[in-house]
């Protein structure tokens, strides 16, 4: 079996481009240049260029010697908070900008729920000189000021969506609608690896370089390749996605994916896509995701902005249901503590979403000859109002 995508856009049963006729030239168009604009040497050089000068790759595969000591096993943090922007993010955007320019596309679109993905795409913009429209529903807005502040500081333009929940998918038909009015002079950067085909792929292909890292990182400390785990949390799946990418067919590496359950999983409020989600169409590919019996999309929750997503992309549906993948979902509370215990132990205050990866080993032994790498997709700089409201600080 193959873990990765198809030449029809699927991973098993998920994925595709479900998507509104007047759509389909920019995803076709996009579809058709993708893989052969990647491999391009010239576009391969810009884009390792920056990653390295810009954004600061490689980044670290750190061992974390206390943590180890604590869990009894060999724990190695792979070191995306420290990216410019103090997240994964930047890989994909910085890839999909120069996808864009290749395109001969002059103005950036995007959406975004907590704003982490506008700030992203603001910062390639800024860089490139290319003109950057980012829609937001009007709560998130309200709830995001810092963010929205960034994007403004960036020279980006934060159009508020004011239908329906006034939240991300709100956010993401207005950035739909906007595509389609200009499908000439605009690409759409999407942040995760969801969307119509070939966006998941592509965004894979752009965080894969993580997975490249570590393999020779892990090389130098260990001297092995592969690692006996790898493990990331899971909104739409990016961070993951980039940290698999290169053991998906080496079935002796273990996945395992965490997700956000919120305050419980039976609680209704929760993320945990994969315990709660049935097969359904999400922004223009089939997976999984949490909808009511006639196929309403549920309101998700997590303390993590970054986890709060209804569905999860259509790699990590197939991981799932092909039992690939090990699916795990820790509460906010769960994840907390292991947020602060990385800051006692380590010296490392991480993104809320990485604390729901490093809380896996409350949940499960590994073995003491085990090497286990985490993806630590982000710093907790962000989500310091949350640390203090939470832990009473
Ligand atoms: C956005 C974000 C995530 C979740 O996105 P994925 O696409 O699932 O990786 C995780 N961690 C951080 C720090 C983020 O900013």
Redesign the pocket.
């Known amino acids: 079996m193959s873990y990765n995508v198809n030449e029809k856009g699927y991973y098993g049963e998920f994925g595709g481009a479900f998507i509104p006729e007047m759509l389909y030239p920019n995803v076709e168009e996009l579809r058709q240049n993708y893989l052969k604009v990647m491999a391009e040497p010239n576009f391969q050089k810009e884009f390792n260029q920056l990653l390295k000068d810009y954004v600061g790759r490689p980044s670290p595969l750190y061992f974390a010697k206390r943590l180890s000591e604590k869990y009894n096993t060999k724990i190695y943090l792979k070191r995306?908070?420290l990216n410019h922007t103090?997240?994964?993010?930047i890989n994909n955007t910085i890839g999909q900008i120069l996808m864009a320019k290749r395109l001969g596309k002059h103005r950036i679109i995007a959406e975004t729920g907590?704003g982490?993905?506008g700030v992203a795409t603001a910062t390639v913009c800024a860089l490139m000189g290319l003109e950057c429209i980012v829609y937001m529903g009007e709560i998130d807005i309200a709830r995001q000021a810092p963010n929205v502040a960034r994007m403004k500081m960036l020279g980006a333009t934060v159009v508020p969506a004011t239908s329906g929940s006034k939240t991300l998918k709100d956010a993401t038909n207005e950035a739909i609608r906007d595509w389609i009015n200009n499908p000439v002079d605009t690409h759409y950067i999407i942040?995760?690896?969801?969307g119509p085909h070939p966006y998941p792929d592509m965004v894979a292909r752009f965080q894969a370089i993580v997975s490249e890292e570590i393999k020779w990182q892990l090389q130098e400390h260990e001297g092995t390749t592969k690692p006996d785990y790898v493990v990331?949390?899971?909104?739409?799946?990016?961070?993951?996605?980039g940290s698999y990418y290169h053991f998906l067919d080496d079935t002796e590496v273990n996945l395992i994916a965490v997700e956000a359950a919120g305050l419980g999983v039976d609680s209704g409020e929760s993320a945990a896509t994969s315990v709660l989600g049935r097969e359904g169409i999400i922004h223009g590919s089939k997976t999984l995701l949490m909808q009511t019996n006639d196929g309403q999309i549920t309101e998700p929750y997590s303390i993590?902005?970054?986890?709060d997503?209804p569905g999860v992309?259509p790699m990590h549906a197939h991981l799932y249901k092909s039992g690939r993948a090990e699916f795990i979902s820790i509460t906010d509370d769960d994840a907390m503590t292991a947020g602060l215990e990385l800051c006692k132990l380590e010296g490392i205050i991480p993104?809320i979403?990485?604390s729901h990866a490093l809380a896996v080993f409350d949940k499960k032994q590994f073995r003491s000859t085990d090497i286990v790498v985490v993806s630590l997709?982000?710093?907790g700089d962000k989500d310091l109002e949350t640390y203090i409201n939470h832990f009473k600080l």
Not at 191 to 194: E, I, R, Y
């Open positions: 995306e908070d103090g997240a994964h993010k907590a982490q993905h942040g995760s690896v969801v990331a949390c899971v909104g739409g799946g990016s961070n993951a996605a993590s902005a970054g986890l997503y992309g993104a979403e990485s997709s982000g710093r």
